[in-house]
């Protein structure tokens, strides 16, 4: 049972949960970013360049090959480097935004920490008090 209490502790600390919640948002906004890049960025993109479809950019290696019923025996090998262009607009606009949030969250710390501290508490009337008696005793 230690072990399992040790794991559980583990497990419920603040930073293993946020990181938890991180990871699952992250995965979230990965995928919007995405529908943004395919969905609404690269067409435009495309039809400004002449009509392509990114997704359907690729370098053909080998052809495939049909057999006499028209089926495919083997299928084409090529690279796709249209999928590629397009993972890497989406990387790039994932990469902006989190150094977005990160900028952000570093003007705040910084505004935090310029505030100027409080001022010191004022004697207590213990200490009036003994400094009074002590300037007496000094006259």
Do not use: C, H, W
Request: aromatic share 8%.
């Amino acid at each position: 049972m230690g072990m399992l209490k040790e794991f559980k502790d583990f497990a419920m600390r603040g930073n293993v949960v946020d990181m938890a919640v991180g990871i699952v948002i992250g995965g979230a906004f990965g995928k919007i970013v995405a529908s943004f890049v395919a969905d609404v960025i690269m067409p435009p993109l495309g039809l400004l360049i002449g009509g392509v479809d990114f997704t359907q950019l690729k370098i053909t290696l080998k052809d495939a090959v049909v057999d006499s019923a028209g089926a495919v025996a083997t299928e084409a090998v090529s690279i796709n480097y249209g999928s590629f262009v397009q993972t890497a607009v989406d990387f790039v606009i994932i990469a902006f935004a989190i150094f977005m949030v990160i900028k952000g969250m570093n003007s705040m710390k910084k505004k935090e920490e310029a505030a100027p501290p409080p001022p010191p508490p004022g004697p207590t009337k213990e200490e009036v008090l003994l400094t009074e008696i002590r300037d007496l005793l000094k006259k």
